[in-house]
């Protein structure tokens, strides 16, 4: 499970940063949160394909979160698409979705499913066989909604050895997995603990962008191991924070350590700072575990480091 | 005066060129000839500064042409600026903008003066001391409209030496730089020749996208320094071109022809050609003067060479 920054800028894109934009990888299907102008050309530009992507977040309606969303749909439609493509947005959004696309006078090759968000408390809004997805609230100046992406327990592995020593058939190999012990022609049970070993680890990710720090927000992402949050503005800023709906980084740090967090990673940096070795300091100063996004590399979950 | 291409795709951006957006700069004024995705992070590459737009022209509504307008206006807001802004473009976009402005919670802090493209002919859409602009209909699946910058002629030049020598008072200078011959005490009459030199010679450029090939086109563009003309296919694909209401180069090479430009850039490469040579060459076989456009390249006109 990794994340690539594909957009680090808050509403001012700079030259070394583009609007807010994501992908969560988990094991090579493509989660795409937020989506600002540029997202389908930073998609190239990291060699991310397109085909993989069949959900896409948005945390909410302003421009910088959305506004790569038009081209991108329209560049999945002339790529040929027919595969449905979920979006998971503010329940507004799909109406004025619609509209964008029939006045721009694009008719899409394939479904967009519309999953809408909305309400004060988590809620789950994807499930598969891999994975679970929680939307929660957020506080902005608008409705806004983070993610919360939960690896499933994967399946126990059955050790090469013991399928020969004990002849395990293939009829039962399953219900090991799922960690069922393997009774014997005689009877006799060999317990699952001798014939597997436990399942790779489950991995957690959360995304917390636009908000200011409130107090239940770490409750919501509690013990992840990656964290990314927002941090517009050094704490010397805490009042525009406050009033422009942001957080310092030092809040976003706040928010790991209440949270337990594995490691964190701060973005959507305000344009005033060409530097952000500060915002980090800042951060590390709290949370010593914070790493800066940057845009193009990928940060692994339960591996902090980046890369 | 000079184009610089931000953008020389065509509906499907790729990793070497985003989508349509031009800048012509006629004596450090800034004019934006449509606005592709991604416009904003090409001026900054680019080093144009955002404040000396003051003029955007929209050639038609679809995406790739239109898509990084609103995060353009947001990003000249939160800016600061104050100065009107003045927006060209086809008629039914004015409210469609505002609706989606709306939608996205924008409120600019300066004015958007709306100037509708309609009609059969070609059309003066703006003037000032240096510049005239008019536009004219191009034929494509939509309305779209191609745009004619042509500079007023300048004022002559005083030679140095005739003003010592003939005493010019300064209150005769401006007429004299009119053409006005110069009326000495004894009533004789120095010629204005005798005492000027002939202005620069003034530029003309001319933006043709999207559009299919159609006779009435070459007259609008008659004689300019500089033409832009849409080249997405190569001229196998004629008749794809002509469904889609595009063109080839060879269209647009004949286009240049008859209208005795100066030299040709063409553009809006379909993404299927990663080497644009052939679409280059076939051009060239009918226009010589004919160069590709490339993301971050100018364009000279009446001295063509790329740089």
Redesign the interface.
């Known amino acids: 499970m990794n994340l690539t920054v594909l957009g680090s800028s808050s509403?001012?894109?700079?030259?070394e940063r583009?609007?807010s934009a994501h992908v969560l990888n988990v094991h090579e299907r493509i989660f795409l949160i937020d989506c600002g102008?540029?997202t389908?050309?930073q998609l190239?530009?990291n060699k991310i394909r397109f085909a993989k992507i069949n959900h896409i977040f948005i945390s909410h309606?302003?421009?910088?979160h959305?506004?790569?969303l038009?081209?991108l749909l329209?560049?999945l439609s002339?790529?040929g698409r027919k595969t449905d493509l979920n979006i998971y947005a503010p329940s507004n959004f799909e109406s004025?979705l619609h509209?964008?696309l029939s006045?721009?006078?694009?008719s899409l090759n394939y479904e967009t499913r519309f999953h809408p968000l909305s309400g004060k408390d988590p809620v789950k809004i994807m499930e598969d066989k891999y994975i679970t997805v929680t939307s929660f609230p957020l506080e902005h100046?608008?409705p806004a909604f983070g993610f919360l992406f939960r690896e499933k327990e994967g399946d126990r592995k059955i050790i090469k050895e013991a399928i020969g020593k004990f002849n395990i058939p293939v009829s039962r190999m399953n219900a090991i997995k799922k960690g069922a012990g393997l009774e014997l022609d005689d009877g006799m049970v060999v317990p699952n603990s001798e014939i597997t070993t436990a399942p790779p680890v489950s991995r957690s990710f959360a995304y917390c962008s636009d908000t200011r720090y409130f107090k239940k927000l770490p409750s919501y992402v509690k013990g992840v191991d990656l964290l990314y949050h927002e941090a517009t503005f050094e704490k010397d800023k805490h009042e525009l924070a406050a009033t422009t709906g942001h957080s310092t980084s030092t809040d976003a740090a706040c928010v790991a350590r209440e949270a337990g967090a594995g490691a964190l990673v701060i973005g959507h940096f305000s344009a005033r700072y060409r530097d952000v070795s500060r915002l980090v300091e800042e951060a590390r100063a709290v949370f010593p575990e914070t790493y800066p996004a940057m845009d193009g590399h990928s940060y692994e979950a339960g591996n902090v480091r980046s890369f």
Do not use: C, K, W
Not at 11 to 15: H, I
């Open positions: 509403a001012l894109p700079t030259s583009n609007p102008e540029g389908q050309l190239r530009r309606l302003h421009g910088d959305v506004f790569g038009y081209g329209s560049t002339l790529m004025m509209a964008h006045d721009f006078d694009i100046r608008i």
